[in-house]
């Protein structure tokens, strides 16, 4: 039976999504015989998927790193997010050293954030 373009919309996979347990993906390594999903709960383990190529494609790519470094950021302390934002983004960096275009975000990302004690967000009212 021939699917209308509604059904198909509908039926869309999600290539990448935020959740509570972490950055959710299709592992394209898998497809097109299986559908399956890992789920990344780290700046590492999504490093690991770019690397290994769980997720493929440009913008899916640079999602994925974007997502990796909110993870890193979460779970790190304030105190040392200043030393490991670099950590962070070097490592998701080198995932792909051939597509440097794919991480430009990351690179001008933590370019901005660096120091971190120095936003004012970070700052205390009467500083």
């Known amino acids: 039976m021939p699917h209308s373009r509604m059904n ?9 999504q935020w ?7 299709i592992d394209q390594t898998r497809l097109p015989l299986e559908e399956a999903y890992v789920t990344c709960g780290t700046y590492e383990e999504v ?3 770019i ?10 790519i640079g999602v994925a ?6 993870l890193g950021v979460l779970h790190t302390d304030e ?11 070097d490592t998701l960096a080198k995932t792909r ?13 933590s370019a901005c954030t ?8 970070r700052r205390s009212a009467g500083g």
């Open 19 to 25: 959740t509570d347990g972490g950055v959710v993906m």
């Open 8 to 16: 198909l919309l509908t039926e869309m996979v999600e290539t990448i």
């Open 47 to 49: 490093a690991t998927a």
């Open 79 to 89: 105190q040392l997010l200043d030393a490991q934002m670099v950590t962070i983004c």
């Open 114 to 121: 660096l120091p971190c004690a120095a936003c004012p967000s």
């Open 51 to 60: 690397r290994d190529m769980i997720i493929r494609g440009a913008p899916a």
């Open 65 to 70: 790193a974007a997502m990796g470094v909110a």
């Open 97 to 109: 050293p051939t597509a440097v275009n794919l991480f430009w975000p990351s690179t001008a990302c």
